[in-house]
Every structure is written in C-alpha cells, then in structure tokens.
C-alpha cells in the first residue's frame, strides 16, 4: 500500500528533476550563446578601433587608411563580411565546433574592419554613448523574448518582411540620395531590429533540445549568437544615425 500511497509524490518528484535539468541545461545554454555574441561585438570593437588608428595619423590617412578607405580595395573590406555570414550560414552544420568559432571570430574582425568609418564620421563620446544605449535597450528586449509566454513567430514574420522593405529602400535611396527618406529607414531600422531581437531571442531559446551532444549544440549557440550579434549591431548602427555627433 505504502508504494501505491508513495507512486504521486515519486512521479511529482521525478517530473520536478527533469524539468530542473531541463532548466539548467537552457540557462548553460543561452549563457553559451550571450557570451559567444559579447566576445564576437568585442572582436568587432577592438578591430574597428585598431584599424582607425592604423589608418588615421595626426588628421590624415596612412598608406594602410588609403588602401581600406580610399582605393578599389575598400569594396573588399566591405563585401568580405557578407560573404563570410553567408559560408558560415550555409557550412555551419558541417563544421566542427572549433571551426565554427574560429569563422564566427574571423567574421566578426572582418566586420570590425569595415565598421572603421564610423570613427571617421562620428565622435567617439557619441559612439560609446549609443553602444550603452543600445545595449541597455538590447537587453531588455532579448529578456522580453526569453521570459515571454508570447507566440512571437507572428512578430518574427512581420519584422523579417520590415527588413526586406529597408533593405530596398537603403539600395533605393543610394540614387535618390534623400535624407528624409534616410530619416525614415534609420526609424523603421530601429523598431524592426527591436522586434527581431525578442523574436530571435524567443527562437533560440527553443532551439535548445536537452538531448543534443555536444556537437549539435554547440552549433546551435554558434548561429543563435550570429543571430543575437547581427540584430545588436544592426541596432546600434541605425541608433546610431540618430544619435551620434558627426565629427
């Protein structure tokens, strides 16, 4: 009788083990990939810096600033972070771990390598005033999409087409060449990579499965901190053209 009267409180007691390592196991897990998305902002941050003062000197360009600012190799510097998203998009789930990082890493200064310019055109007080802006506002959002019981998948598509929509009219206004028009993509820009943030969020959360290996899972933080970097500096960058001082 006593293990039939005991049968509840074992199962109830079994069931709350298994939702704890569950549990454990997804916090290790979107620990993995937050830290995997600050290393990767940090590689973009101290690259870009580095290469503002390798190309710049007392107000003028070097031979190194000539190269990557003002000769045909810049549409290297440029499109070279594009075509490393996409291989490590497409080649991910090939790739060992280490390899996987060691992309992630490589894109990242790549990345840094292009961003440069913004030290060129804007102050450096206004822009680390805009990174702990769009940080705080990062944060924020990626815990709304981490503790949400919300469906956000509904959001996730109206915010992906959004993108589509910026992305035309930025190829748009590289002709029309207006700043209203301007105005209006940094706004749009702003609130799209908000929605994506939570959304991704959201998404990489349930991602996580507790019986993946190591492998597997490891990739998974990989791409859900691609996903977590690309949306905090596409943030920062629109913030950015709202609140940075141009030099």
Request: charged content about 10%; overall charge neutral; hydrophobic content about 55%.
């Amino acid at each position: 009788m006593a293990d039939f009267r005991n049968y509840n409180a074992r199962v109830a007691g079994a069931g709350t083990r298994a939702d704890a390592g569950i549990d454990e196991g997804l916090r290790s897990y979107m620990l993995k990939v937050y830290n995997l998305m600050a290393l990767g902002l940090a590689i973009t941050g101290l690259a870009a810096w580095g290469s503002f003062n390798l190309a710049v000197a007392d107000g003028q360009l070097t031979g190194f600033g000539q190269l990557i600012y003002a000769s045909g190799f810049r549409w290297v510097v440029i499109l070279a972070p594009l075509a490393m998203v996409f291989f490590l998009s497409f080649r991910v789930h090939t790739m060992s771990v280490a390899a996987a990082q060691a992309t992630f890493w490589a894109y990242a200064a790549l990345v840094g390598l292009s961003l440069s310019t913004i030290f060129l055109v804007y102050t450096g007080e206004s822009i680390v005033q805009t990174f702990f802006i769009t940080a705080t506002a990062f944060g924020s959002l990626s815990l709304y999409g981490y503790t949400t019981k919300r469906d956000l998948s509904g959001l996730g598509s109206f915010m992906v087409m959004g993108l589509f929509g910026i992305i035309i009219a930025m190829i748009v206004n590289i002709f029309l060449q207006s700043s209203a028009l301007q105005f209006a993509i940094s706004g749009i820009g702003v609130l799209v990579f908000a929605g994506l943030t939570a959304y991704d969020t959201q998404s990489i959360k349930e991602m996580y499965f507790e019986g993946d290996d190591d492998v597997v899972a490891g990739r998974k933080a990989i791409m859900g901190a691609l996903r977590l970097y690309l949306d905090f500096l596409n943030l920062f960058m629109f913030l950015l053209q709202f609140l940075g001082n141009r030099e």
